[in-house]
Protein backbone atom coordinates (compact mmCIF):
# COMPACT_ATOMS: atom_id res chain seq x y z
CA UNK A 1 0.00 0.00 0.00
CA UNK A 2 3.20 2.26 0.70
CA UNK A 3 4.38 1.06 -2.83
CA UNK A 4 3.25 4.69 -4.26
CA UNK A 5 5.77 6.09 -6.51
CA UNK A 6 7.93 8.91 -5.18
CA UNK A 7 6.94 12.18 -4.90
CA UNK A 8 8.43 14.52 -7.24
CA UNK A 9 10.13 17.54 -5.10
CA UNK A 10 11.90 19.73 -6.77
CA UNK A 11 15.94 19.16 -5.47
CA UNK A 12 16.11 22.74 -3.50
CA UNK A 13 13.34 21.48 -1.65
CA UNK A 14 14.29 17.96 -1.30
CA UNK A 15 17.67 19.10 0.68
CA UNK A 16 15.77 21.03 3.18
CA UNK A 17 15.38 19.74 6.80
CA UNK A 18 12.36 19.35 8.25
CA UNK A 19 12.76 22.38 10.57
CA UNK A 20 13.31 25.15 7.65
CA UNK A 21 10.11 23.02 6.05
CA UNK A 22 7.95 24.19 9.19
CA UNK A 23 9.39 27.79 9.21
CA UNK A 24 8.48 28.17 5.31
CA UNK A 25 4.71 26.91 6.58
CA UNK A 26 4.38 29.05 9.81
CA UNK A 27 5.65 31.82 7.91
CA UNK A 28 3.01 31.48 4.99
CA UNK A 29 0.14 31.31 8.19
CA UNK A 30 -0.04 35.29 8.54
CA UNK A 31 -1.72 35.18 12.21
CA UNK A 32 1.12 33.26 13.25
CA UNK A 33 3.54 35.37 12.16
CA UNK A 34 2.34 38.38 13.68
CA UNK A 35 1.99 36.31 16.86
CA UNK A 36 5.81 35.14 16.23
CA UNK A 37 6.69 39.31 15.60
CA UNK A 38 4.61 39.80 18.68
CA UNK A 39 6.49 37.23 21.20
CA UNK A 40 10.11 37.81 19.58
CA UNK A 41 9.30 41.53 20.81
CA UNK A 42 8.03 40.57 23.88
CA UNK A 43 11.54 38.78 24.53
CA UNK A 44 13.59 41.40 22.75
CA UNK A 45 12.08 44.24 25.18
CA UNK A 46 12.21 42.33 28.43
CA UNK A 47 16.11 41.32 27.60
CA UNK A 48 16.96 44.63 27.09
CA UNK A 49 14.69 46.51 29.77
CA UNK A 50 17.76 47.81 31.31
CA UNK A 51 19.04 49.58 28.50
CA UNK A 52 15.92 50.74 26.68
CA UNK A 53 13.67 51.09 29.41
CA UNK A 54 12.97 55.01 29.50
CA UNK A 55 13.40 55.32 33.63
CA UNK A 56 13.93 53.07 36.65
CA UNK A 57 10.60 51.32 36.93
CA UNK A 58 11.08 51.67 40.71
CA UNK A 59 11.59 55.40 40.84
CA UNK A 60 8.57 57.74 42.75
CA UNK A 61 7.52 61.24 41.19
CA UNK A 62 5.25 61.90 43.46
CA UNK A 63 4.24 65.06 41.18
CA UNK A 64 3.23 62.89 38.63
CA UNK A 65 0.85 60.73 40.36
CA UNK A 66 -1.74 59.22 38.38
CA UNK A 67 -0.62 62.15 35.32
CA UNK A 68 -2.36 60.11 32.16
CA UNK A 69 -0.12 59.35 28.73
CA UNK A 70 2.95 62.52 28.12
CA UNK A 71 5.53 62.79 25.73
CA UNK A 72 7.83 61.83 28.51
CA UNK A 73 5.82 59.39 30.12
CA UNK A 74 4.56 57.61 26.78
CA UNK A 75 1.74 55.48 28.60
CA UNK A 76 1.76 57.91 31.50
CA UNK A 77 2.66 57.04 35.38
CA UNK A 78 1.26 55.23 38.47
CA UNK A 79 -0.05 56.50 41.62
CA UNK A 80 3.32 56.86 42.97
CA UNK A 81 4.26 58.65 39.58
CA UNK A 82 6.12 55.67 38.42
CA UNK A 83 6.73 55.83 34.66
CA UNK A 84 4.21 53.11 33.26
CA UNK A 85 6.05 52.46 30.19
CA UNK A 86 9.56 51.43 32.42
CA UNK A 87 7.65 49.01 34.61
CA UNK A 88 5.54 47.24 31.83
CA UNK A 89 9.07 46.60 30.36
CA UNK A 90 10.71 45.27 33.63
CA UNK A 91 7.17 43.32 33.97
CA UNK A 92 7.84 41.25 30.81
CA UNK A 93 11.28 39.90 32.16
CA UNK A 94 8.97 38.87 34.99
CA UNK A 95 6.56 36.82 33.11
CA UNK A 96 8.76 35.86 30.66
CA UNK A 97 10.95 34.20 33.10
CA UNK A 98 8.08 32.57 34.52
CA UNK A 99 6.88 31.59 31.08
CA UNK A 100 10.33 29.82 30.21
CA UNK A 101 10.79 28.33 33.74
CA UNK A 102 7.60 27.12 34.09
CA UNK A 103 7.34 25.20 30.27
CA UNK A 104 10.85 24.19 30.53
CA UNK A 105 10.95 22.48 33.68
CA UNK A 106 7.49 20.75 32.71
CA UNK A 107 8.39 20.11 29.34
CA UNK A 108 11.54 18.09 30.43
CA UNK A 109 9.65 16.41 33.51
CA UNK A 110 6.71 15.90 31.33
CA UNK A 111 8.84 14.35 27.98
CA UNK A 112 10.78 12.26 30.42
CA UNK A 113 8.20 10.49 32.08
CA UNK A 114 5.96 10.62 29.71
CA UNK A 115 8.10 8.44 27.31
CA UNK A 116 8.76 5.91 30.19
CA UNK A 117 5.48 5.55 30.98
CA UNK A 118 4.30 5.06 27.54
CA UNK A 119 7.45 3.31 25.94
CA UNK A 120 7.71 1.17 28.92
CA UNK A 121 3.49 0.58 30.09
CA UNK A 122 2.83 -2.13 32.71
CA UNK A 123 3.82 -0.64 36.26
CA UNK A 124 5.68 1.98 34.91
CA UNK A 125 2.74 3.61 33.72
CA UNK A 126 0.54 2.89 36.42
CA UNK A 127 3.12 4.19 38.60
CA UNK A 128 3.47 7.38 36.95
CA UNK A 129 -0.09 7.92 35.25
CA UNK A 130 -1.50 7.66 39.22
CA UNK A 131 0.40 10.40 40.24
CA UNK A 132 -0.61 12.70 37.17
CA UNK A 133 -4.09 11.60 38.02
CA UNK A 134 -3.90 12.71 41.34
CA UNK A 135 -2.18 16.02 40.31
CA UNK A 136 -4.75 16.66 37.60
CA UNK A 137 -7.66 16.28 39.39
CA UNK A 138 -6.91 19.26 41.18
CA UNK A 139 -8.05 22.45 39.56
CA UNK A 140 -5.16 23.44 38.72
CA UNK A 141 -4.93 27.53 39.54
CA UNK A 142 -6.76 26.75 43.27
CA UNK A 143 -4.13 24.43 43.71
CA UNK A 144 -1.44 26.65 42.59
CA UNK A 145 -3.17 29.86 44.92
CA UNK A 146 -2.97 27.17 47.60
CA UNK A 147 0.94 25.90 47.56
CA UNK A 148 1.74 29.56 47.53
CA UNK A 149 -0.41 30.33 49.93
CA UNK A 150 1.39 27.60 52.10
CA UNK A 151 5.27 28.66 50.93
CA UNK A 152 4.58 31.93 51.28
CA UNK A 153 4.53 34.77 48.24
CA UNK A 154 7.25 35.02 45.97
CA UNK A 155 8.73 35.18 42.18
CA UNK A 156 10.57 30.95 42.33
CA UNK A 157 7.48 29.98 44.89
CA UNK A 158 5.31 30.93 41.79
CA UNK A 159 7.25 29.47 39.40
CA UNK A 160 7.19 26.28 41.54
CA UNK A 161 3.59 26.07 42.20
CA UNK A 162 2.76 26.28 38.29
CA UNK A 163 5.17 23.68 37.93
CA UNK A 164 3.32 21.45 39.59
CA UNK A 165 0.04 22.49 38.25
CA UNK A 166 1.55 21.87 34.77
CA UNK A 167 4.12 18.93 34.42
CA UNK A 168 0.97 16.37 34.52
CA UNK A 169 -0.34 17.87 31.14
CA UNK A 170 2.62 17.25 29.22
CA UNK A 171 3.59 14.16 31.36
CA UNK A 172 0.01 13.01 29.37
CA UNK A 173 0.44 14.37 25.80
CA UNK A 174 3.74 12.92 25.68
CA UNK A 175 2.45 9.24 26.79
CA UNK A 176 -0.24 9.09 24.66
CA UNK A 177 2.12 10.26 21.90
CA UNK A 178 4.85 7.68 23.03
CA UNK A 179 2.15 4.58 22.46
CA UNK A 180 1.33 5.86 18.80
CA UNK A 181 5.21 6.31 17.82
CA UNK A 182 6.44 2.56 19.48
CA UNK A 183 4.22 0.56 17.45
CA UNK A 184 5.70 2.17 14.60
CA UNK A 185 7.73 -0.65 12.82
CA UNK A 186 10.67 1.42 12.53
CA UNK A 187 11.23 0.91 16.28
CA UNK A 188 10.94 -2.95 15.89
CA UNK A 189 13.31 -2.68 13.56
CA UNK A 190 15.72 -0.85 15.25
CA UNK A 191 15.44 -3.37 18.02
CA UNK A 192 15.66 -5.78 15.12
CA UNK A 193 18.93 -3.38 14.82
CA UNK A 194 20.18 -4.32 18.25
CA UNK A 195 19.08 -0.68 19.41
CA UNK A 196 18.81 -0.67 23.20
CA UNK A 197 15.84 1.35 25.00
CA UNK A 198 17.41 4.20 25.53
CA UNK A 199 18.89 4.32 21.82
CA UNK A 200 15.25 3.76 20.53
CA UNK A 201 14.05 6.38 23.11
CA UNK A 202 16.62 9.19 22.16
CA UNK A 203 17.06 8.06 18.17
CA UNK A 204 12.93 7.74 17.83
CA UNK A 205 10.53 7.93 19.99
CA UNK A 206 10.90 11.52 21.71
CA UNK A 207 12.25 13.78 18.01
CA UNK A 208 8.54 11.84 16.54
CA UNK A 209 6.75 12.33 19.66
CA UNK A 210 7.30 15.46 20.67
CA UNK A 211 5.73 18.03 18.29
CA UNK A 212 2.62 18.03 19.73
CA UNK A 213 4.05 18.60 23.22
CA UNK A 214 6.14 21.45 21.92
CA UNK A 215 2.49 22.99 20.68
CA UNK A 216 1.33 22.21 24.30
CA UNK A 217 4.53 24.07 25.69
CA UNK A 218 3.46 27.43 23.36
CA UNK A 219 0.35 27.15 24.62
CA UNK A 220 1.40 26.88 28.12
CA UNK A 221 3.33 29.63 27.98
CA UNK A 222 0.81 32.15 28.07
CA UNK A 223 -0.81 30.03 30.01
CA UNK A 224 2.01 30.49 32.69
CA UNK A 225 1.99 34.21 31.87
CA UNK A 226 -1.80 34.47 32.62
CA UNK A 227 -1.33 32.71 35.34
CA UNK A 228 1.76 34.05 36.93
CA UNK A 229 -0.55 37.58 36.47
CA UNK A 230 -3.17 36.22 37.96
CA UNK A 231 -1.20 35.14 41.21
CA UNK A 232 0.40 38.90 41.61
CA UNK A 233 -3.27 40.41 41.04
CA UNK A 234 -3.75 38.12 44.08
CA UNK A 235 -0.90 39.38 45.97
CA UNK A 236 0.96 36.14 45.52
CA UNK A 237 3.29 36.84 43.13
CA UNK A 238 6.38 38.80 42.60
CA UNK A 239 6.28 41.51 45.59
CA UNK A 240 6.10 45.18 45.09
CA UNK A 241 8.09 47.72 44.20
CA UNK A 242 9.20 45.12 41.76
CA UNK A 243 6.86 45.92 39.02
CA UNK A 244 4.81 42.10 37.35
CA UNK A 245 2.00 42.92 34.87
CA UNK A 246 -0.23 41.42 36.91
CA UNK A 247 1.13 43.07 40.39
CA UNK A 248 0.07 46.54 37.69
CA UNK A 249 -3.33 45.64 36.90
CA UNK A 250 -4.08 45.07 40.53
CA UNK A 251 -2.82 48.60 41.52
CA UNK A 252 -4.39 50.06 38.87
CA UNK A 253 -7.35 48.87 39.33
CA UNK A 254 -7.46 51.02 42.72
CA UNK A 255 -7.73 53.90 40.77
CA UNK A 256 -9.62 52.59 37.49
CA UNK A 257 -12.16 55.30 37.90
CA UNK A 258 -9.76 58.04 38.27
CA UNK A 259 -6.97 56.88 35.92
CA UNK A 260 -8.40 54.12 33.64
CA UNK A 261 -5.41 53.43 31.62
CA UNK A 262 -3.33 52.44 34.61
CA UNK A 263 -5.30 49.11 34.55
CA UNK A 264 -5.61 48.98 31.13
CA UNK A 265 -2.17 49.31 29.36
CA UNK A 266 -1.35 46.27 31.55
CA UNK A 267 -3.96 44.55 30.70
CA UNK A 268 -3.81 45.20 27.17
CA UNK A 269 -0.05 43.75 27.50
CA UNK A 270 -1.21 40.18 29.06
CA UNK A 271 -3.79 40.24 26.89
CA UNK A 272 -1.66 40.40 23.87
CA UNK A 273 1.10 37.95 25.19
CA UNK A 274 -0.94 35.46 25.92
CA UNK A 275 -3.29 35.61 22.28
CA UNK A 276 0.40 35.67 20.62
CA UNK A 277 1.68 32.68 22.53
CA UNK A 278 -1.89 30.90 21.72
CA UNK A 279 -1.64 31.89 18.09
CA UNK A 280 1.53 30.29 17.32
CA UNK A 281 0.69 27.78 19.40
CA UNK A 282 -2.14 27.29 16.63
CA UNK A 283 0.14 28.25 13.74
CA UNK A 284 2.91 25.66 14.50
CA UNK A 285 0.33 22.98 15.78
CA UNK A 286 -0.52 23.02 11.46
CA UNK A 287 2.80 23.48 10.60
CA UNK A 288 3.86 20.38 12.41
CA UNK A 289 0.60 18.17 10.76
CA UNK A 290 2.78 15.79 9.02
CA UNK A 291 -0.72 15.67 6.98
CA UNK A 292 -0.49 19.37 6.02
CA UNK A 293 3.35 18.64 4.96
CA UNK A 294 3.88 18.76 0.93
CA UNK B 1 5.16 -34.29 18.20
CA UNK B 2 7.92 -36.69 19.28
CA UNK B 3 8.66 -37.78 15.59
CA UNK B 4 9.52 -34.03 14.77
CA UNK B 5 13.14 -34.15 16.09
CA UNK B 6 14.07 -36.45 13.16
CA UNK B 7 14.60 -33.67 10.94
CA UNK B 8 17.35 -32.07 13.12
CA UNK B 9 20.64 -33.31 13.11
CA UNK B 10 20.11 -35.05 9.68
CA UNK B 11 22.60 -35.01 6.97
CA UNK B 12 24.42 -32.28 7.56
CA UNK B 13 27.89 -31.94 5.84
CA UNK B 14 28.14 -28.07 6.79
CA UNK B 15 26.64 -27.90 9.98
CA UNK B 16 23.47 -25.87 11.42
CA UNK B 17 23.48 -22.07 11.47
CA UNK B 18 20.67 -22.02 13.63
CA UNK B 19 18.04 -25.36 14.76
CA UNK B 20 14.62 -24.76 15.44
CA UNK B 21 13.98 -27.43 17.45
CA UNK B 22 10.04 -28.06 19.05
CA UNK B 23 9.56 -24.04 19.08
CA UNK B 24 5.87 -23.31 20.63
CA UNK B 25 5.66 -19.49 20.18
CA UNK B 26 2.01 -19.33 21.62
CA UNK B 27 -0.21 -15.76 22.32
CA UNK B 28 -2.37 -15.62 25.18
CA UNK B 29 -4.81 -13.69 24.61
CA UNK B 30 -8.51 -12.77 25.90
CA UNK B 31 -10.03 -15.02 23.48
CA UNK B 32 -7.59 -17.89 24.36
CA UNK B 33 -4.06 -18.98 23.43
CA UNK B 34 -3.34 -19.29 19.93
CA UNK B 35 -0.94 -21.53 19.03
CA UNK B 36 1.06 -19.21 16.19
CA UNK B 37 3.67 -21.83 16.32
CA UNK B 38 3.49 -25.02 17.37
CA UNK B 39 6.24 -27.71 17.99
CA UNK B 40 7.98 -26.23 14.20
CA UNK B 41 11.53 -27.82 14.08
CA UNK B 42 14.03 -27.34 11.30
CA UNK B 43 17.34 -25.96 10.55
CA UNK B 44 19.30 -23.55 8.24
CA UNK B 45 22.55 -24.29 7.23
CA UNK B 46 25.58 -21.95 6.51
CA UNK B 47 25.29 -20.45 3.07
CA UNK B 48 21.78 -21.26 2.38
CA UNK B 49 18.60 -19.73 1.94
CA UNK B 50 15.64 -21.27 3.30
CA UNK B 51 12.10 -20.42 2.45
CA UNK B 52 9.17 -20.25 4.79
CA UNK B 53 5.70 -20.58 3.23
CA UNK B 54 2.45 -20.46 4.64
CA UNK B 55 -0.57 -18.41 4.51
CA UNK B 56 -1.55 -15.43 6.37
CA UNK B 57 -1.84 -16.45 10.26
CA UNK B 58 0.57 -19.98 9.68
CA UNK B 59 3.13 -18.50 12.23
CA UNK B 60 5.90 -17.30 9.81
CA UNK B 61 6.07 -14.01 11.16
CA UNK B 62 5.83 -15.30 14.41
CA UNK B 63 8.46 -18.22 13.71
CA UNK B 64 10.96 -15.25 12.40
CA UNK B 65 10.02 -12.82 15.09
CA UNK B 66 10.76 -15.57 17.73
CA UNK B 67 14.03 -16.17 16.56
CA UNK B 68 15.20 -12.32 16.90
CA UNK B 69 13.48 -12.32 20.30
CA UNK B 70 11.48 -9.70 19.12
CA UNK B 71 8.22 -10.92 19.57
CA UNK B 72 4.89 -8.53 20.97
CA UNK B 73 5.00 -9.29 24.81
CA UNK B 74 2.65 -9.19 25.72
CA UNK B 75 0.53 -11.48 24.31
CA UNK B 76 2.98 -13.73 22.97
CA UNK B 77 6.09 -16.05 24.49
CA UNK B 78 8.03 -19.22 23.68
CA UNK B 79 6.74 -21.27 25.68
CA UNK B 80 8.91 -24.42 24.74
CA UNK B 81 11.87 -25.61 22.38
CA UNK B 82 14.54 -24.59 21.96
CA UNK B 83 16.38 -22.01 19.12
CA UNK B 84 20.08 -23.24 18.54
CA UNK B 85 21.97 -20.37 16.98
CA UNK B 86 26.03 -21.71 16.10
CA UNK B 87 24.94 -23.78 19.44
CA UNK B 88 23.66 -21.29 21.66
CA UNK B 89 20.27 -21.16 22.92
CA UNK B 90 17.97 -18.12 21.53
CA UNK B 91 15.64 -18.23 23.91
CA UNK B 92 17.60 -18.64 27.31
CA UNK B 93 20.15 -15.89 26.09
CA UNK B 94 19.72 -12.70 28.68
CA UNK B 95 18.41 -9.69 27.17
CA UNK B 96 21.79 -7.66 26.74
CA UNK B 97 23.23 -10.65 25.13
CA UNK B 98 21.03 -11.13 22.30
CA UNK B 99 20.74 -7.30 21.91
CA UNK B 100 24.10 -7.29 20.64
CA UNK B 101 23.16 -10.46 18.28
CA UNK B 102 20.76 -8.46 16.66
CA UNK B 103 21.96 -6.49 13.76
CA UNK B 104 25.49 -7.80 14.00
CA UNK B 105 24.76 -11.51 13.94
CA UNK B 106 20.88 -12.17 13.37
CA UNK B 107 19.28 -9.39 11.49
CA UNK B 108 15.58 -8.84 10.05
CA UNK B 109 14.19 -6.72 6.96
CA UNK B 110 10.47 -6.21 7.26
CA UNK B 111 7.46 -6.42 4.85
CA UNK B 112 6.70 -2.71 4.42
CA UNK B 113 9.81 -0.55 3.81
CA UNK B 114 8.38 2.75 4.50
CA UNK B 115 7.08 1.93 7.60
CA UNK B 116 10.45 0.29 8.79
CA UNK B 117 11.92 3.38 8.22
CA UNK B 118 11.91 6.45 10.96
CA UNK B 119 10.06 8.89 8.46
CA UNK B 120 12.09 11.60 10.58
CA UNK B 121 15.76 10.92 9.99
CA UNK B 122 17.73 10.89 7.09
CA UNK B 123 18.54 7.87 5.12
CA UNK B 124 22.22 7.47 5.28
CA UNK B 125 22.10 8.70 8.93
CA UNK B 126 19.88 5.76 10.13
CA UNK B 127 21.79 3.40 7.75
CA UNK B 128 24.85 5.22 9.87
CA UNK B 129 23.14 4.38 13.68
CA UNK B 130 23.15 0.86 12.82
CA UNK B 131 26.49 1.01 12.44
CA UNK B 132 27.27 2.58 15.59
CA UNK B 133 24.93 0.65 17.71
CA UNK B 134 27.18 -2.41 17.03
CA UNK B 135 30.84 -0.62 16.32
CA UNK B 136 30.71 2.47 18.09
CA UNK B 137 32.36 4.79 15.73
CA UNK B 138 31.95 8.48 15.39
CA UNK B 139 29.59 9.44 13.77
CA UNK B 140 31.39 10.78 10.31
CA UNK B 141 33.41 7.57 9.55
CA UNK B 142 30.06 5.58 9.97
CA UNK B 143 28.35 7.49 7.51
CA UNK B 144 30.86 7.26 4.94
CA UNK B 145 30.98 3.08 5.56
CA UNK B 146 27.24 3.52 5.46
CA UNK B 147 27.25 5.28 1.56
CA UNK B 148 29.86 2.60 0.96
CA UNK B 149 27.26 -0.14 2.17
CA UNK B 150 24.25 1.33 0.27
CA UNK B 151 26.89 1.55 -2.58
CA UNK B 152 27.16 -2.17 -2.46
CA UNK B 153 23.48 -2.74 -2.42
CA UNK B 154 23.22 -1.18 -4.99
CA UNK B 155 21.79 2.42 -4.74
CA UNK B 156 22.90 4.76 -7.47
CA UNK B 157 24.56 7.70 -6.40
CA UNK B 158 24.54 6.78 -2.58
CA UNK B 159 25.76 9.70 -2.00
CA UNK B 160 22.84 11.97 -2.84
CA UNK B 161 20.15 9.49 -1.51
CA UNK B 162 21.96 8.93 2.04
CA UNK B 163 21.31 13.16 2.11
CA UNK B 164 17.30 11.61 1.59
CA UNK B 165 14.59 11.32 3.21
CA UNK B 166 12.15 7.64 3.32
CA UNK B 167 9.92 9.11 1.50
CA UNK B 168 11.50 10.60 -1.05
CA UNK B 169 12.32 7.15 -2.28
CA UNK B 170 11.10 4.61 -4.39
CA UNK B 171 9.71 1.45 -2.43
CA UNK B 172 12.77 -0.99 -4.21
CA UNK B 173 14.98 1.61 -3.19
CA UNK B 174 13.80 2.21 0.56
CA UNK B 175 13.68 -1.73 1.16
CA UNK B 176 17.44 -1.57 -0.25
CA UNK B 177 18.06 0.62 2.63
CA UNK B 178 16.20 -1.39 4.64
CA UNK B 179 18.89 -4.40 3.62
CA UNK B 180 21.86 -2.16 3.57
CA UNK B 181 20.61 -1.24 7.51
CA UNK B 182 20.34 -5.15 7.87
CA UNK B 183 23.71 -6.10 6.14
CA UNK B 184 25.46 -3.65 7.61
CA UNK B 185 27.77 -6.07 10.34
CA UNK B 186 27.60 -8.51 7.72
CA UNK B 187 25.39 -10.84 10.02
CA UNK B 188 25.03 -14.88 9.47
CA UNK B 189 21.71 -14.83 9.03
CA UNK B 190 18.73 -12.59 7.46
CA UNK B 191 15.37 -12.89 8.14
CA UNK B 192 13.18 -11.49 5.36
CA UNK B 193 10.13 -11.33 6.46
CA UNK B 194 8.27 -10.72 2.98
CA UNK B 195 10.45 -8.24 1.80
CA UNK B 196 9.46 -8.28 -1.89
CA UNK B 197 5.21 -8.18 -1.04
CA UNK B 198 4.45 -4.69 -1.76
CA UNK B 199 6.77 -3.98 -4.59
CA UNK B 200 6.68 -4.58 -8.45
CA UNK B 201 7.38 -7.10 -10.12
CA UNK B 202 10.66 -6.32 -11.79
CA UNK B 203 11.83 -4.62 -8.35
CA UNK B 204 10.98 -8.03 -6.38
CA UNK B 205 12.99 -9.48 -8.43
CA UNK B 206 16.08 -7.56 -8.61
CA UNK B 207 15.43 -7.06 -4.71
CA UNK B 208 15.37 -11.12 -4.67
CA UNK B 209 18.62 -10.80 -7.12
CA UNK B 210 20.37 -8.66 -4.22
CA UNK B 211 19.70 -10.88 -1.76
CA UNK B 212 21.15 -13.65 -3.25
CA UNK B 213 23.95 -11.53 -4.30
CA UNK B 214 24.74 -10.95 -0.64
CA UNK B 215 24.38 -14.59 0.24
CA UNK B 216 27.23 -15.85 -2.37
CA UNK B 217 29.54 -12.28 -1.79
CA UNK B 218 29.08 -12.72 2.12
CA UNK B 219 27.85 -16.48 2.82
CA UNK B 220 24.83 -14.96 4.71
CA UNK B 221 22.22 -17.97 5.29
CA UNK B 222 19.21 -16.25 4.65
CA UNK B 223 15.57 -17.71 5.96
CA UNK B 224 13.37 -16.14 3.49
CA UNK B 225 9.17 -16.17 4.80
CA UNK B 226 6.94 -15.73 2.11
CA UNK B 227 3.49 -17.18 0.87
CA UNK B 228 4.66 -16.64 -2.37
CA UNK B 229 6.02 -20.09 -4.17
CA UNK B 230 7.03 -18.34 -7.38
CA UNK B 231 9.70 -16.55 -5.03
CA UNK B 232 10.80 -20.09 -3.48
CA UNK B 233 11.16 -21.21 -6.47
CA UNK B 234 13.35 -19.23 -7.95
CA UNK B 235 15.85 -18.35 -4.90
CA UNK B 236 15.58 -21.14 -2.30
CA UNK B 237 17.67 -23.23 -1.69
CA UNK B 238 15.17 -25.26 0.56
CA UNK B 239 11.77 -24.57 1.97
CA UNK B 240 9.11 -25.08 4.65
CA UNK B 241 5.98 -25.44 4.40
CA UNK B 242 3.82 -24.19 7.53
CA UNK B 243 0.16 -24.64 8.11
CA UNK B 244 -1.79 -23.32 11.11
CA UNK B 245 1.62 -23.03 13.25
CA UNK B 246 3.04 -26.79 12.34
CA UNK B 247 5.28 -28.01 10.01
CA UNK B 248 3.28 -29.74 6.74
CA UNK B 249 6.43 -30.32 4.64
CA UNK B 250 10.21 -29.55 4.41
CA UNK B 251 12.87 -29.86 2.18
CA UNK B 252 15.04 -28.82 -0.91
CA UNK B 253 13.09 -26.10 -2.94
CA UNK B 254 13.35 -28.88 -5.91
CA UNK B 255 11.88 -31.64 -4.24
CA UNK B 256 9.08 -29.98 -2.79
CA UNK B 257 8.09 -28.07 -5.59
CA UNK B 258 8.14 -31.03 -8.79
CA UNK B 259 7.28 -33.99 -6.04
CA UNK B 260 4.94 -31.92 -3.23
CA UNK B 261 4.30 -34.62 -0.95
CA UNK B 262 2.02 -33.27 1.86
CA UNK B 263 -1.81 -32.97 0.78
CA UNK B 264 -1.54 -29.12 1.68
CA UNK B 265 1.47 -28.25 -0.50
CA UNK B 266 -0.40 -30.42 -2.98
CA UNK B 267 -2.89 -27.76 -2.92
CA UNK B 268 -1.13 -24.68 -2.57
CA UNK B 269 0.91 -25.78 -5.99
CA UNK B 270 -2.64 -26.48 -8.01
CA UNK B 271 -3.73 -23.08 -7.04
CA UNK B 272 -0.58 -20.99 -8.44
CA UNK B 273 -2.18 -19.59 -11.29
CA UNK B 274 0.19 -20.74 -14.63
CA UNK B 275 0.42 -19.56 -17.76
CA UNK B 276 1.71 -22.77 -19.88
CA UNK B 277 -1.16 -24.43 -19.13
CA UNK B 278 -4.49 -23.98 -20.72
CA UNK B 279 -7.11 -21.45 -19.66
CA UNK B 280 -9.47 -22.66 -16.55
CA UNK B 281 -10.90 -22.47 -13.30
CA UNK B 282 -8.08 -21.41 -11.14
CA UNK B 283 -8.11 -24.04 -8.13
CA UNK B 284 -8.69 -23.22 -4.59
CA UNK B 285 -8.43 -25.05 -1.87
CA UNK B 286 -11.76 -25.47 -0.05
CA UNK B 287 -12.46 -24.75 3.79
CA UNK B 288 -10.41 -22.05 5.00
CA UNK B 289 -7.56 -21.74 7.56
CA UNK B 290 -8.81 -22.70 11.29
CA UNK B 291 -9.47 -20.57 13.91
CA UNK B 292 -5.94 -20.59 16.31
CA UNK B 293 -7.85 -20.44 19.15
CA UNK B 294 -9.61 -23.56 18.84
CA UNK B 295 -7.64 -26.12 17.13
CA UNK B 296 -7.74 -29.67 18.78
CA UNK B 297 -4.56 -30.37 19.96
CA UNK B 298 -4.38 -34.36 18.39
CA UNK B 299 -5.07 -33.88 15.26
CA UNK B 300 -3.80 -32.90 11.80
CA UNK B 301 -4.85 -29.18 11.62
CA UNK B 302 -5.19 -29.54 7.63
CA UNK B 303 -7.75 -32.60 8.00
CA UNK B 304 -10.94 -30.94 7.60
CA UNK B 305 -9.72 -29.60 4.18
CA UNK B 306 -8.00 -32.66 2.95
CA UNK B 307 -9.22 -34.68 0.09
CA UNK B 308 -7.16 -37.80 1.57
CA UNK B 309 -8.82 -37.77 5.38
CA UNK B 310 -9.61 -40.92 7.54
CA UNK B 311 -10.55 -40.67 10.86
CA UNK B 312 -6.87 -41.37 12.00
CA UNK B 313 -6.34 -37.72 11.08
CA UNK B 314 -9.17 -36.49 13.64
CA UNK B 315 -7.71 -38.01 16.34
CA UNK B 316 -3.51 -38.24 16.28
CA UNK B 317 -1.08 -35.82 15.04
CA UNK B 318 1.10 -36.82 12.09
CA UNK B 319 4.77 -37.28 12.76
CA UNK B 320 7.31 -36.06 9.91
CA UNK B 321 8.46 -39.19 7.68
CA UNK B 322 10.92 -38.87 5.30
CA UNK B 323 9.55 -38.73 1.80
CA UNK B 324 13.07 -38.54 0.05
CA UNK B 325 16.37 -37.37 0.54
CA UNK B 326 16.40 -34.65 3.58
CA UNK B 327 12.41 -34.47 2.02
CA UNK B 328 10.12 -34.69 4.80
CA UNK B 329 6.13 -34.36 4.85
CA UNK B 330 3.77 -34.85 8.21
CA UNK B 331 0.93 -36.92 6.67
CA UNK B 332 -0.30 -40.18 7.58
CA UNK B 333 -0.37 -41.20 4.13
CA UNK B 334 3.40 -42.05 3.84
CA UNK B 335 2.74 -43.95 7.04
CA UNK B 336 3.80 -47.99 6.64
CA UNK B 337 -0.05 -48.54 7.13
CA UNK B 338 -1.74 -46.26 5.56
CA UNK B 339 -3.76 -48.92 3.24
CA UNK B 340 -5.08 -50.31 6.53
CA UNK B 341 -6.13 -47.52 8.21
CA UNK B 342 -9.39 -46.72 8.59
Known amino acids: MFSREPKLVEDSESARPLRYEVLAILSRDRIALVALLVVIAATVVALLAPYIAPFDPTQQQLAGSLKGPSSIHLLGQDELGRDLLSRLMYGARVSLLVGASVVGVSLLIGVFLGALAGYYGGKVDSAIMRIVDVFLSFPGIILAVGAVAVVGPGLENVIIALILINWPGYTRVMRGETLRVKENVYVLASRGMGASDSWIMRKHIIPSAISPVVVLATIGFGWAVLAEAGLSFLGLGVQPPAPSWGGMVSEGLEYVLIAPLMALFPGLTIAITVWAFNMLGDGLRDALDPSLRI | ?342
Open chain 2, 1 to 342: MNGVLKVVDHNRPGGALLSLENLRTHLFTSKGVVKAVDGVSFEIKAHEIMGLVGESGSGKTMTGLSIMRLLPSPPARIVDGRILFNGEDLTKMPDDEIRKIRGSKISMVFQDPLTSLNPLIRVGKQVSEVIQIHSGLPSEPALGKAIEILEQVGIPEAGTVASQYPFELSGGMRQRVMIAMAVASRPELLIADEPTTNLDTTIQAQVLSLLRQIRDSQGTSILLITHNLGIVAWICDRVAVLYAGRLAEIGPTNAVLRNPSHPYTQALLRSVPRTDSERGKLETIPGEVPRLTRLPINDCHFHPRCPHAKSVCQSEQPDLIQIGKDHFASCFIYSKDWERTK
